[in-house]
């Protein structure tokens, strides 16, 4: 009698609700034992993301306690548990308040994504290099983020460019490059309009129309 394959997990990343990580947590935690059903991998990469929930919440020991938890145990699974682990790590150590100490977990991460072939979380490791470097290193890595998103065909890497458009185009407002950042918020607000998203489409909007009052733009339109 052959017996049936374990259920795969839901997709994890619709279940993160950054404006109530405490519900994304117990979410998460609800799946464990689908997870251990499925092997190391799927059950160490969950913690991962739990431990995210927890940093989210700033029970920072609490994660940190348990990404130590799934270092334990990380030779046993695959490189993309080693990949979030650095990430969950770097996250944890940037909202702590350490920014500098966790930009070298979120290099080793894109390192280590790069080869694996992860393109999803090597943009999610560029994207945070872009959030804790200086100015000038932290545009190139978004610049680096985004054209990484945008010629890959994983809907893991592509995920990313709401976030990319909307955080590299203020970067650039920043840097009074206003004709840069205007391509970038103009793609912002049609990725988030491709969506029906609505509540980032008017961040998106309002993005744009700061970005044309700063050139002198009518913004009536956007």
């Not at 979380?121 to 054209?147: F, Q, R, S, T």
Request: net charge negative; glycine share 8%; aromatic share 6%.
């Amino acid at each position: 009698m052959s017996t049936a394959s374990p259920t795969p997990l839901p997709d994890l990343d619709k279940l993160l609700d950054f404006s109530d990580p405490a519900a994304s947590e117990a979410a998460y935690r609800e799946l464990l034992p689908q997870a251990r059903r499925l092997g190391a991998d799927a059950e160490l990469a969950l913690l991962t993301r739990i431990a995210r929930t927890l940093g989210l919440q700033g029970r920072y020991d609490e994660a940190l306690a348990l990404l130590d938890e799934v270092e334990t145990h990380a030779p046993q699974a695959g490189p993309e548990v080693a990949v979030r682990l650095l990430l969950e790590d770097g996250r944890v150590l940037n909202s702590s308040g350490q920014v500098d100490a966790s930009a070298a977990f979120f290099e080793e991460a894109y390192t280590r994504a790069q080869e694996a072939g992860l393109v999803g979380l090597a943009v999610d490791a560029a994207h945070m290099l872009g959030i804790v470097l200086p100015p000038d290193p932290a545009l190139e890595w978004n610049m680096d983020a985004i054209h990484t998103a945008e010629t890959s065909t994983k809907p893991a890497a592509q995920q990313w460019l709401g976030a990319l458009y909307n955080h590299t185009g203020w970067s650039l407002m920043d840097r009074g490059e206003y004709d840069q950042a205007l391509t970038l918020f103009e793609k912002g607000l049609a990725w988030r309009q491709a969506r029906d998203d609505e509540d980032a489409t008017r961040i998106a909007r309002h993005n744009l129309a700061e970005c044309l009052a700063a050139l002198g733009g009518d913004t009536t339109g956007t």
